[in-house]
């Protein structure tokens, strides 16, 4: 199966349990490995006959931005679960990263990866 990635959106949003997280915009990033047959738009050169990452990374950026989890496993199932609304999707895998996490030791991000699929 062919591999369609999309690396490094960055988007803020309200996500957290600690009170701290509630109350304004932290930055995340999201990642995500699209697999979907990709051979009919190869050969025909068409954007129409393959996934449209920029409309992708929209809805992705969409839902951090408006949606709010507690937790960022919650978010990347619910961004797993709309990449795969696409039925020429067969799986996806989906990384978030919070980049400011509010933990005492010094982490550059903390995140959760995930991978579903449509069988």
Same mark, same amino acid.
């Given at each position: 199966?062919? &591999?369609?990635?999309?690396?490094?959106?960055?988007?803020?949003? =309200?996500?957290?349990?600690?009170?701290?997280?509630?109350?304004?915009?932290? $930055?995340?990033? =999201?990642?995500?490995?699209?697999?979907?047959?990709?051979?009919?738009?190869?050969?025909?050169?068409?954007?129409?006959?393959?996934i449209d990452y920029s409309q992708?990374?929209?809805?992705?950026?969409?839902?951090?931005?408006?949606? +709010?989890?507690?937790? =960022?496993? *919650?978010?990347? +199932?619910? @961004? *797993?679960?709309?990449?795969?609304?696409?039925?020429? @999707?067969?799986?996806?895998?989906?990384?978030?990263?919070?980049?400011? $996490?509010?933990?005492? *030791?010094?982490? +550059?991000? *903390?995140?959760?990866? @995930? &991978? &579903?699929s449509n069988s």
């Open positions: 199966m062919d &591999r369609l990635v999309l690396s490094g959106i960055k988007v803020s949003g =309200i996500h957290g349990v600690l009170d701290s997280e509630r109350v304004s915009h932290q $930055p995340f990033e =999201i990642n995500l490995v699209i697999e979907t047959d990709l051979s009919a738009a190869a050969n025909a050169d068409d954007l129409g006959l393959t992708v990374a929209a809805e992705v950026s969409r839902m951090v931005r408006e949606e +709010s989890f507690g937790l =960022i496993e *919650a978010l990347a +199932s619910r @961004i *797993a679960d709309a990449v795969l609304a696409d039925d020429r @999707i067969s799986a996806v895998e989906v990384e978030v990263r919070k980049l400011r $996490p509010e933990v005492e *030791a010094r982490l +550059s991000y *903390a995140a959760v990866q @995930i &991978r &579903r």
